[in-house]
């Protein structure tokens, strides 16, 4: 089992950037890949970066793909989704999820975070 915990959301302006954080705790982090997944209000959730169990692959959502970066930490346990140049359209409830296999939809997380919102507002 792996518990995800994120951190680091709230309310930031247009043209900001914002660093996410997941801590997981669990045996089997190491060997896991890790994903961000947002949901905007009224829409479904999805895909925006994901990365291996070694840090050595990573996969971004070709419609995001530049102002994210996805990174993580096997000592500390956690993952990390650097977003630069934040927009409106990027509120959304960011989710750090986990699974066996490094994939993009969502339905093929095995392990979910309980996110944490993310407000563009000026």
């Known amino acids: 089992q792996v518990q995800l915990v994120e951190s680091g959301g709230g309310l930031v302006q247009p043209g900001d950037s914002l660093r996410l954080s997941c801590a997981a705790s669990g045996p089997s982090f190491s060997s896991l890949a890790m994903g961000w997944l947002r949901q905007a209000p009224g829409k479904e959730r999805e895909f925006v970066a994901a990365?291996?169990?070694?840090?050595?692959?990573?996969y971004y959502s070709d419609s995001l793909k530049g102002r994210f970066t996805i990174s993580r930490d096997n000592a500390k346990n956690t993952v990390s989704l650097l977003i630069l140049n934040l927009k409106p359209d990027d509120t959304a409830v960011y989710y750090c999820a986990a699974s066996r296999f490094l994939v993009k939809t969502p339905q093929e997380y095995d392990y979910w975070g309980q996110g944490t919102q993310v407000t563009v507002s000026s």
């Open positions: 990365i291996s169990w070694s840090g050595g692959t990573t």
